[in-house]
């Protein structure tokens, strides 16, 4: 089985506690939940991870749960998980991906309608709706049984839960709806909620907040936002519309004076809500949305708060960035008044992996705008220096002395770049490939003409573990080799990432002082957040640049820095932060 096939298997043990009893089982609930996110996230085969025996490198996965995984590599079954889904038609688990549709609602359906074949229920709830046999369902309803047609309708045209954005792509559509619901007078306060505001590689449905003291205005100011294409469900503090593109974007109004509440409880995560919710018992109060209850005497007295610093400094803690909220001892930090000072987009002083223009006849593409373009951009950002790091020259179609020509030429136009430049320092980097042996694809001599190399793996990714970890060390052995460039190879929802032994790479790039790159492209977001972390406690050093090919593109230095964040990195940790003179040391010694 893939890590996305035990994900998903352990989702559904997840569902089936939920539909027993959730709140029995709240508890086993999260745990499968947060088991199911770290092995999906995890950054090698799980199978691999189990039979090399270094399974207490899975954070987020309890002995118990571990013990079952093991068995179903071993058997190819476990019976605690048949228990739990014994009663629970195998149907239900292919409609917790329609939006709209959860565990309790999806057993219901199927239990009512005695619909069991998971392989045709799509099709056969179709066939109910449209019969109007969903309708006289207990709590459902004509209107439900519209709604329910739709989503599975939009279903098939490939609309659902599981196809999760890339956080920029995300991160627009919100910036679109947050700026149209700013416009109404009544919105006092408007903070997007969940693993959005949380600035995590990958969201589903967007949710928003908003504090107001006209609810109904501001409601009915969002059904009717320019981009949509349904209203899904309208409420009195709540609705939720689906937009271009067959997003759902959900939104919460509430009164300010208890705004702070709403905005910490569903900013999340699960697992830092529990952990806050047990720590707030043992002090004798109960966290909600909508405040924090005390017992005075006989009576409890509920506090209400404005904002979520006032929150957390009730219950006696500094506030928690929303980055930070995942149950990895950010609580206990906050408790002690300890949190690290994490690193911020002002921080950052130069973009180091930058494609111009220049007409290098690279092995991949080109980039679009020239380099005065691009350092016009920089000055715009404030930033002190920005390296060019086109792609090697081709070395196929090019011979080792036309390469030398072209690296020679391109070395003297970035030569008087620097004397004609003011304000802005300057540095010829080079993107390199590794190629499959893991020699550079660049010889030294051809290294002579840059001041260092970015390297980086574009091609056989299907390479076995062992071996591409021997192909990166190799290439990144090289003395002009000083940044390991997008790590795992990633794509987020079109590639994998190739298979690395990640103590062996972060080992090496800390006893050979290279960097590893965060790579803030829209859909790399590469190394992530959970690596960054692995990394930065071993005491690596990072870069964040933005692989950028045309100047705007340089804008998402951001997202790069949000990874960072929620790896937990200050500024000591990424290289990039430096003044020039003490980079420029660092990237040369």
């Given at each position: 089985m893939t890590n996305q096939e035990v994900a998903r298997l352990l989702r559904n043990v997840a569902?089936?506690?939920?539909?027993?009893?959730?709140?029995?089982?709240?508890?086993?609930?999260?745990?499968?939940?947060?088991a199911a996110d770290a092995i999906y996230n995890l950054p090698h085969e799980l199978k691999d991870v189990l039979r090399e025996r270094t399974q207490e490198k899975i954070p987020g996965v309890g002995p118990s749960i571990l013990s079952h995984l093991e068995e179903l590599f071993a058997k190819g079954r476990v019976k605690h998980f048949e228990e739990i889904m014994k009663g629970i038609p195998?149907?239900?688990?292919?409609?917790?991906k329609v939006t709209t549709l959860g565990p309790k609602k999806a057993y219901k359906l199927t239990s009512h309608l005695k619909l069991n074949n998971p392989d045709t229920i799509v099709d056969d709830l179709i066939i109910a709706a449209q019969k109007n046999k969903i309708a006289g369902i207990p709590t459902f309803g004509e209107k439900s049984q519209a709604d329910i047609l739709r989503a599975l309708e939009e279903y098939k045209l490939g609309k659902i839960k599981a196809n999760r954005m890339p956080l920029p792509y995300?991160?627009?559509?919100?910036?679109?709806?947050e700026e149209y619901l700013r416009k109404s007078k009544f919105a006092e306060q408007v903070f997007p909620l969940g693993s959005l505001r949380r600035m995590m590689a990958t969201v589903g449905d967007i949710d928003f907040a908003v504090a107001t003291k006209q609810p109904k205005e501001i409601i009915n100011h969002f059904i009717n936002y320019p981009g949509t294409e349904r209203v899904i469900e309208k409420g009195e503090a709540s609705s939720s519309i689906l937009v271009s593109g067959g997003r759902q974007v959900d939104l919460m109004v509430q009164d300010p004076d208890s705004f702070g509440s709403l905005l910490q409880h569903f900013t999340?995560?699960?697992?830092?809500?529990?952990?806050?919710?047990e720590f707030a018992l043992k002090k004798g109060m109960s966290l909600s949305e909508y405040g924090v209850k005390v017992r005075i005497g006989k009576k409890q007295e509920l506090k209400k708060f404005k904002t979520e610093k006032d929150f957390y400094q009730f219950l006696g803690l500094d506030w928690i960035i929303p980055e930070m909220r995942e149950n990895k001892g950010e609580i206990e930090l906050a408790i002690k008044h300890?949190?690290?000072?994490?690193?911020?987009?002002?921080?950052?002083?130069?973009?180091l992996h930058i494609h111009s223009s220049y007409p290098i006849e690279p092995s991949h593409d080109l980039g679009k705008d020239t380099m005065q373009q691009m350092l016009g951009k920089s000055r715009s950002l404030g930033y002190d220096y920005i390296a060019f790091s086109e792609h090697n020259p081709g070395i196929t179609n090019h011979s080792?002395?036309?390469?030398?020509?072209?690296?020679?030429k391109r070395s003297e136009y970035i030569e008087q770049?620097?004397?004609?430049?003011?304000?802005?320092?300057?540095?010829?980097?080079?993107?390199?490939?590794?190629?499959?042996?893991?020699?550079?694809?660049?010889?030294?001599?051809?290294?002579?003409?840059?001041?260092?190399?970015?390297v980086s793996v574009h091609s056989v990714f299907s390479t076995p573990r062992q071996k591409m970890t021997k192909r990166v060390l190799r290439g990144l052995s090289n003395p002009k080799a000083k940044i390991l460039a997008h790590p795992s190879g990633r794509l987020i929802n079109q590639r994998e990432e190739y298979e690395l032994d990640w103590d062996e790479i972060f080992d090496f790039a800390l006893k050979h002082n290279k960097a590893i790159e965060i790579n803030a492209w829209p859909t790399r977001l590469d190394l992530t957040d959970t690596l960054v972390d692995q990394a930065r406690k071993m005491g690596v050093k990072f870069v964040i640049d933005t692989d950028s090919h045309a100047s705007y593109q340089m804008d998402n230095m951001f997202y790069g820095v949000s990874v960072a964040r929620r790896g937990w990195c200050t500024k000591k940790d990424i290289?990039?932060?430096?003044?020039?003179?003490q980079f420029y040391k660092w990237l040369t010694g």
């Open positions: 569902a089936a506690y939920s539909i027993k009893d959730e709140k029995k089982h709240i508890f086993q609930i999260i745990a499968y939940q947060k195998p149907s239900v688990f292919p409609l917790l995300a991160f627009e559509l919100a910036r679109k709806t999340g995560s699960k697992y830092h809500n529990v952990a806050l919710r300890n949190l690290p000072k994490i690193v911020e987009l002002k921080d950052i002083r130069g973009d080792k002395n036309q390469i030398y020509s072209i690296l020679a770049l620097k004397e004609s430049n003011k304000g802005i320092r300057i540095i010829n980097l080079l993107e390199v490939d590794i190629l499959p042996s893991g020699e550079l694809a660049m010889d030294d001599k051809s290294l002579d003409y840059v001041e260092a190399a970015i290289l990039n932060t430096l003044p020039y003179e």
